[in-house]
């Protein structure tokens, strides 16, 4: 007979530690599935040659699971300890004024604080200012640029989940776990092999263990099914290549991680039909925490990135007032020593050979990592005077998890121009303290390229709410309609916090799992025993002191531009060669099958924009064409659009349209467009700035197979209305929008002129 648990919890991140220790601590049979394996002292993978070896989730379950979702780039990891394996050690408390937005009543700091306080006591937090070794080079440099900028009085250093006892020396720590001292070998975000960082398996997760919880790793839960009374979940075994068990709990405690949680959660309702009842806003109010990352190259003095806990400062940015409000942090990053060199890729200063503008997110992906192998050989003394800058803030926590209908792929749709002021305010920060080290800053390429974001820090997509209505869980972490079953991390949390959340996932958990504790051994007072031992502690985002009016002005405004257009034509489908586009045109004509278009395209960056052909702008909008989209037409979230892009001949330039849709068969595609804008020696502007040379291809990605091909055209009625459509975002200035206006005119116009009128000149 199959042995029934009290609880069962899934994953061993900031909740699911938390869970197993408090659930343990109170005498209950407790058994924990972790999809990743254990990481003992000296074990985390360091084969910086083979991206393969110990690093990659989908190669034999290993350390970093990266998701390439259509709207989101998701970093997270995959071991005992979860996110705090690879986390950069920061625990901060959010203001009071972050839980008003959409948290259930009674949520804020006079809740929590007594459960932050009992986090900070278990990892044992404390700034690097603690540190009897001194204050890395880059923590210095950080303040002194604070100072430069004004932004002094907003300038702190975070609390950290790092232990500074002197290095080399192996002491146990208050749960009786041997630890060393940080011997600030910059490698915290890559896993600690000298047990210097406070992970989750050397505090919560040992005492789980101590009070005899039983803990399976390389289990990865794949579904959730109620019994009578309880739940059953099946789990892959990946240490017994890959076996499905099944283990029983009167209550499940669900803590895999907003992404995963979320994804597990969808399955169980939408496809095994386990959960069918679960709340219609599953998926809903995702958010990336305003994730940010972008690089500075050639400073003026030495960084030292790799001396140091990966962060070590902070910076408060508080601008504007209401809805515009945008608030976020921002902090100094270190890496690796033995990564100096592949991160140069993203130094613009390098003469790389030129990566191909119409590459999708999985093609660059592939391009970059090639191109990380060709650059890690370069001097490492430069990586001396290289850093890495990440900001997080208050997005609008309006995203969306899905799966798609019929290839059941989760993808994530993000509205990214919806979060323009606040990616621009970060961008802002981030071109001055570049300028302020004698600099050059440079941004994750897939933002660059494609607009995608990269997120370390997932938040949402089963949000607490008091009714059904508005939230997955009541705002005790209980599934609604589900008794016993419980969300206790990051996807439970009602928006972003603006600040790194590792804190405020941990104090959720604690009170929620408190209340269920209560609840379960009818004991009204049950608390966690360190309580009593844990200390009221300094809040150090809450002493930051923010003028009236909000902190200063970047001295770098950031302005973009948008437009709508639309475009009419014929396709054929199975036409060839797919290369003969009149003559799928006319075939398509002739059929009366239409494709057509309508997309917003936004660029978010007008100097970067008209600096880099490279540089994409945002198109989203609805595609229709004949027998492949619905008569409503098809969604397009996560365009891209290039002006003029380069190509071999001074003579030419391309524009590029890349607009991925699902069709109506539930298949993804994508409609690869092009104009050429070339005189063909009839001196034809208007055709060749109005001509999209179009195939529609089966997949997310330029190499996929072609379905359908034609010309779709922008008319002359349809351009005088797009004109009317131009506005410039991100300023008021009368002066500085006409300033865009005349600098986006002015590149348009002479681009036709370099290609029409130049070489009419030179002959």
């Known amino acids: 007979m199959t042995e029934t648990y009290d609880a069962l919890v899934i994953g061993t991140g900031f909740g699911g530690a938390v869970a197993a220790c408090r659930l343990a601590q109170a005498g209950l049979s407790v058994r924990v599935l972790e999809r990743g394996r254990r990481y003992p002292k000296g074990s985390f993978p360091r084969d910086w040659d083979n991206p393969f070896n110990g690093w990659l989730w989908r190669h034999n379950q290993g350390l970093l699971d990266v998701k390439l979702l259509s709207g989101m780039s998701v970093v997270q990891s995959a071991g005992y300890g979860g996110g705090s394996l690879i986390y950069a050690n920061v625990h901060l408390r959010p203001p009071e004024e972050t839980f008003a937005n959409g948290w259930p009543a009674g949520y804020g700091r006079a809740m929590l604080d007594p459960y932050y306080d009992l986090v900070a006591y278990m990892l044992d937090v404390q700034p690097i200012t603690s540190s009897a070794r001194g204050l890395p080079t880059k923590t210095k440099r950080m303040r002194e640029v604070a100072q430069k900028l004004g932004r002094e009085a907003q300038f702190f250093h975070p609390d950290l989940a790092v232990r500074f006892t002197p290095a080399g020396e192996s002491m146990p720590n208050k749960f009786g776990v041997a630890q060393e001292g940080c011997n ?17 398996d050397l505090n919560y997760l040992a005492v789980a263990e101590q009070r005899g919880a039983q803990v399976t790793t390389q289990a990865e839960a794949i579904n959730i099914e109620p019994l009578a009374p309880g739940y059953r979940v099946t789990y892959k075994d990946h240490a017994a290549d890959g076996v499905e068990r099944t283990v029983d709990a009167r209550r499940v405690f669900l803590c895999a991680g907003a992404v995963n949680t979320t994804e597990l959660l969808l399955r169980c309702r939408d496809d095994s039909g386990t959960l069918h009842e679960l709340s219609d806003t599953l998926g809903y109010r995702y958010s990336a925490n305003g994730d940010l990352v972008a690089f500075a190259f050639d400073t003026r003095e030495p960084w030292d990135p790799a001396v140091g806990p990966t962060i070590t400062t902070s910076i408060v940015v508080d601008e504007g007032q209401g809805p515009g409000k945008r608030w976020f942090l921002f902090q100094e990053g270190g890496h690796p020593a033995q990564v100096a060199g592949a991160l140069q890729m993203f130094n613009p200063a390098q003469s790389l050979a030129r990566i191909p503008t119409d590459l999708m997110q999985r093609e660059l992906v592939k391009v970059f990592r090639q191109r990380a192998k060709e650059m890690s050989s370069i001097d490492g003394e430069r990586g001396r005077f290289q850093s890495v800058f990440l900001a997080m803030g208050r997005d609008k926590s309006n995203g969306k998890l899905e799966l798609v209908p019929l290839t059941r792929e989760l993808q994530a749709k993000w509205d990214v121009p919806s979060n323009l002021p606040l990616y621009r305010t970060q961008e802002q920060l981030c071109q001055d303290i570049a300028e302020a080290l ?58 972003s916090t603006g600040v790194n959340p590792a804190s405020t996932i941990a104090a959720v958990a604690e009170r929620n799992v408190e209340k269920a504790i209560r609840v379960i051994l009818d004991t009204p007072d049950w608390k966690a025993p360190e309580r009593a031992l844990a200390t009221p502690r300094e809040d150090l985002v809450g002493q930051v002191t923010i003028p009236v009016g909000g902190t200063v002005a970047s001295t770098s405004p950031v302005v973009g531009m948008r437009f709508t257009e639309r475009m009419t034509g014929f396709h054929s ?9 009149a003559g799928a045109e006319k075939a398509g004509q002739s059929a009366n099958r239409v494709a057509e278009f309508t997309v917003t395209i936004t660029l978010t960056n007008l100097d970067r924009f008209l600096a880099d052909p490279a540089y994409g702008g945002i198109a989203q909008g609805v595609v229709h064409v004949s027998g492949l989209t619905p008569p409503e037409g098809a969604r397009v979230e996560n365009g891209v659009f290039n002006l003029f892009a380069d190509t071999d001949s001074f003579y030419e330039r391309r524009m590029i349209y890349l607009l991925p849709f699902i069709g109506q068969d539930g298949q993804p595609y994508l409609l690869d467009g092009y104009k050429v804008v070339k005189d063909q020696g009839d001196f034809d502007v208007w055709g060749a700035t109005a001509t999209l040379h179009t195939v529609i291809r089966q997949g997310k990605e330029k190499d996929g197979p072609v379905v359908s091909s034609g010309i779709i055209r922008l008319n002359k009625k349809d351009f005088a209305e797009q004109l009317t459509t131009f506005e410039v975002l991100g300023t008021t200035s009368a002066q500085v929008k006409a300033d865009a206006y005349w600098r986006f005119g002015s590149r348009f116009l002479g681009t036709l002129w370099d290609v029409f009128v130049r070489p009419r000149l030179e002959t």
């Open 573 to 581: 489908p199975g036409h060839t060669p797919a290369e003969d586009y």
């Open 438 to 495: 004698g600099a050059q800053v440079a941004y994750n390429p897939l933002w660059e390229r494609l607009h995608v974001p990269v997120s370390v820090h997932n938040l949402g997509g089963c949000v607490m709410a008091e009714d059904e209505a508005y939230g997955v869980t009541d705002p005790n972490g209980e599934v609604h309609g589900y008794p016993g079953l419980y969300v206790l991390d990051g996807a439970a949390l009602p928006s």
């Open 184 to 200: 600030y070998c910059g490698e915290c975000d890559i896993g600690c092999n000298v047990r210097a960082k406070n992970t989750l």
